[in-house]
């Protein structure tokens, strides 16, 4: 039995090690809930207007030549999805936005994986996503993200 439980152990901590960034990233997204600065768009319409003035903004369209991506329904009307690839939508990549909306940092997050597709959750993808909230919210919600960083134990 004790050794059962041992392989369990290796088996659960293996699976937490493996998973671990992105639950740390997703607890620090959630807890901006709530901060001045975060707003709620809530339905697909406005939030592809929100996408819309991220891409037309003076500032990224310098900083980041890439395609606006697609906003589709997301089919499992659960959470925000990027799907990115030079076959999907003629290379612009989409974001899945359920029916009832989204916050504004979950396009920005949505956004950060477009312009660092390889980035997965790690620290490429968690420095660039600080620097779109940074420019896009304000300090305020920045400061936050910073300290949930720290506080969820997200590498950045
Ligand atoms: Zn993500």
Redesign the pocket.
């Given at each position: 039995m004790k050794v059962y439980l041992t392989l369990l152990f290796l088996s659960l901590f293996g699976i937490t090690a493996y998973g671990n960034q992105?639950s740390k990233?997703?607890e620090a997204d959630a807890a901006l809930v709530g901060v001045n600065g975060i707003i709620y768009l809530d339905n697909r319409e406005n939030a592809s207007k929100y996408l819309d003035k991220v891409f037309n903004d003076a500032w990224f369209k310098q900083n980041f030549k890439i395609r606006k991506p697609v906003v589709v329904k997301e089919p499992k009307d659960y959470k925000l999805t990027?799907t990115i690839g030079s076959n999907v939508a003629n290379g612009r990549g989409t974001i899945s936005v359920p029916d009832r909306g989204c916050y504004n940092f979950s396009i920005l997050?949505?956004v950060?994986?477009h312009i660092r597709p390889n980035g997965?959750?790690e620290r490429e993808?968690t420095k660039m996503y600080l620097i779109l909230i940074e420019h896009f919210t304000n300090q305020n919600v920045a400061k936050e993200l910073k300290s949930n960083y720290k506080r969820f134990g997200v590498e950045f």
């Open positions: 992105t990233v997703y990027s997050h949505e950060a994986h997965k959750h993808f």
